[in-house]
């Protein structure tokens, strides 16, 4: 997911060959960034460990982390994502793919060992914070971790450029120069990418009752890692 707005959006205008052309048309700095996101990930787990990732999307990510883990889990609620990423892991065995909606995963608890709701995802999924965060949290067992991330504030303008390229290309609707300030970006279409402050993920934590790791990554990403 490259920004929040409208779940929906995803699933209707943002998925399958389009949400992937998005991740085609990134500039290098970006790339890096998205690079990045994934090392950053692989570091934090384990050869056994088995993962899930909300909003996986075409599974730009899960392939990357297929062969360092036991076994991935990635939802989303996009058709034609899931089957673009159905093609992309055809090879590996250790993936499995599934529509879902996060706020309400049908897991039982404490299957986990890490769950993944990355690449500014948190922001996408219009529903509670605390009631997602809250389910993540139930499916992991004790001793494993969630991993957030969003857009660090001094990423702002090459994610802009990031954004001005999906729209010119019609990926997005188009920007809103005269709203688009402060982190958040606004498509005249009734998109709207927002971020997540540090401060905002110390409240969320603070609320929940967990021990958190907040750190930022590249000069690019700012991390919340909830220890269960």
Known sequence: ?????????????LSGARLRRCYELAPPRVRRYLD?????VASRLRPGDRVLELGCGYGRILERLAPKVGFLVGIDTSAQS??????????????????????V???DGGVFDAVLCVQNG?????????????????VTRR???????TYAERFW?????????????????????????????????????????ANEFEALAGELGIR???????????????NV
């Open 1 to 13: 997911m490259g920004a929040g707005g409208s779940e929906g959006y995803y699933v209707e205008k």
């Open 36 to 40: 990045a996101e994934i090392e950053h």
């Open 82 to 103: 899931l089957a673009l990423a159905c093609e992309l892991l055809v090879g590996y065995s250790n993936c499995r793919l599934v529509r879902m909606d996060a706020g």
């Open 105 to 107: 995963l049908a897991f």
């Open 122 to 138: 948190l922001s996408a999924f219009k529903i509670d914070r605390q009631r997602l965060v809250s389910e993540c949290i139930r």
């Open 143 to 149: 001793g494993g971790k969630v991993l957030l991330s």
């Open 157 to 197: 303008e090459h994610r802009l450029e990031w954004f001005r390229l999906q729209s010119k290309e019609g990926l997005v609707g188009e920007i809103d120069w005269t709203t688009t300030r402060d982190g958040v970006i606004v498509c005249k279409d009734g998109f709207r990418a927002t971020t997540i402050s």
């Open 212 to 226: 958190r790791r907040i750190e930022e990554v590249d000069g690019s990403s700012l991390f919340c890692e909830l």
